[in-house]
């Protein structure tokens, strides 16, 4: 199973960017879809996340009112449309697919994870 993100990049603040994520080898269509960072010297930590269906969406509060997530099952696919980037969502963001198929911001319900992409933001 591999999960592939991309859409990374530098930016400066204010910016937009978009994270594209495909899965291959397997479907998950029917299970919730998430997207994680790891900051430099941070642990990592859920930025948010999708329902099966796209029905329930949840967001880190320090990311709400500025990402989205969205997802295509047709095309085995999750998205993260980052607005109005800030020099602290700098970070190497993940996506990953979990085990059960509602929405969740644990980590320890994702089952796969994809390698990351970096996303640096300058002030």
């Known amino acids: 199973?591999?999960?592939?993100?991309?859409?990374?990049?530098?930016?400066?603040?204010?910016?937009?960017?978009?994270?594209?994520?495909?899965?291959?080898?397997?479907?998950?269509?029917?299970?919730?879809?998430?997207?994680?960072?790891?900051?430099p010297g941070k642990e990592r930590e859920a930025v948010a996340s999708i329902h099966w269906n796209g029905g329930l969406r949840l967001y880190a509060d320090s990311v709400r009112g500025r990402f989205t997530i969205s997802r295509d099952n047709a095309k085995n696919a999750v998205s993260l449309q980052m607005n109005n980037l800030k020099s602290e969502d700098t970070a190497v963001y993940f996506c990953a697919a979990a085990r059960r198929s509602i929405a969740t911001m644990s980590g320890s319900e994702y089952a796969y994870w994809g390698q990351g992409t970096q996303v640096t933001v300058s002030s």
């Open 1 to 39: 199973v591999q999960l592939q993100a991309s859409g990374g990049g530098l930016v400066q603040a204010g910016a937009s960017l978009r994270l594209s994520c495909v899965a291959s080898r397997r479907t998950f269509t029917n299970n919730a879809m998430g997207w994680f960072r790891r900051a």
